[in-house]
């Protein structure tokens, strides 16, 4: 039963960074996804950043929104991604979600508990 346990949300000023972590309490298996989703008040969940794999490598994914200012990594040794944040605005406080998952082979869909981000002055 393996878990994902997000950490590395709070409170940050306008123009601030942080940095969210989501671990993996094992090691997950044929990854084909892994990405960073977020809702705010009053509107729908959204794909923040993503890394897809595919037959040949992986390929990186961003909104449009956080474009040039996040960027999603991952250390396969920690079992862990990350979802570094730069220049952030208000319009980014969300609740962010880690999302691990599988088409088949087997077929899975892990998601970390949430972790506040709140963007304020």
């Known amino acids: 039963q393996v878990q994902l346990v997000e950490s590395g949300g709070g409170l940050v000023q306008p123009g601030g960074s942080l940095r969210l972590s989501c671990a993996a309490s094992g090691t997950i298996v044929n990854i084909n996804f892994m990405g960073w989703y977020r809702q705010a008040p009053g509107k729908q969940r959204e794909l923040v950043a993503a890394?897809?794999?595919?037959?040949?490598?992986?390929?990186?994914n961003y909104a449009d929104s956080v474009k040039g200012r996040f960027t999603i990594s991952r250390d396969n040794a920690k079992n862990t991604v990350y979802l570094q944040m730069n220049s952030l605005d208000p319009e980014d406080t969300a609740v962010y979600y880690c999302n691990v998952r599988n088409g088949a082979s087997p077929a899975y869909n892990l998601w970390g508990q949430g972790t506040q981000v709140t963007v304020s002055s």
């Open positions: 890394i897809t794999s595919g037959t040949s490598g992986g390929t990186t």
